[in-house]
């Protein structure tokens, strides 16, 4: 059974740092771009970042440029999202999400998607 497992979210104080990691299993990553999705409590669901399945394409949504950088391993299956300089409104139940044909930032696009990882920013 595909599934996609993120992990790495904790409670972190403002300007700290958090690495997320999304490691599939029952598919392989390698034909798959890679979105990575957050969700605050009452907002909707909002892109944060996406990666194209051979890692030569990453894109940021404007209010993590500079801060947040994604990539991949497809040797170990995973793709991984370096948080820096997290800040309050970064707090979030962080998502990643595989597609086969889609890179982007609409949620429909996807086909598999994970539990979900908190993150919380405060001091």
């Known amino acids: 059974q595909e599934r996609l497992v993120e992990s790495g979210g904790g409670l972190v104080q403002p300007g700290g740092s958090l690495t997320l990691s999304c490691a599939a299993s029952?598919?392989?990553?390698?034909?798959?771009?890679i979105g990575w999705f957050r969700q605050a409590p009452g907002k909707k669901r909002e892109g944060v970042s996406c990666?194209?399945?051979?890692?030569?394409?990453?894109y940021y949504a404007d209010f993590v440029k500079g801060r947040f950088a994604i990539s991949r391993d497809n040797a170990k299956n995973t793709v991984y999202l370096q948080m820096n300089s997290l800040k309050p409104e970064d707090t979030a139940v962080y998502y990643c999400?595989?597609?086969?044909?889609?890179?982007?930032?609409?949620?429909?696009?996807?086909?598999?998607w994970g539990q979900g990882t908190q993150v919380t920013v405060s001091s």
């Open positions: 999400a595989a597609s086969a044909k889609y890179l982007g930032y609409s949620p429909w696009g996807y086909d598999y």
């Open positions: 029952g598919f392989t990553l390698d034909d798959y771009a």
């Open positions: 990666i194209s399945s051979s890692g030569g394409g990453a």
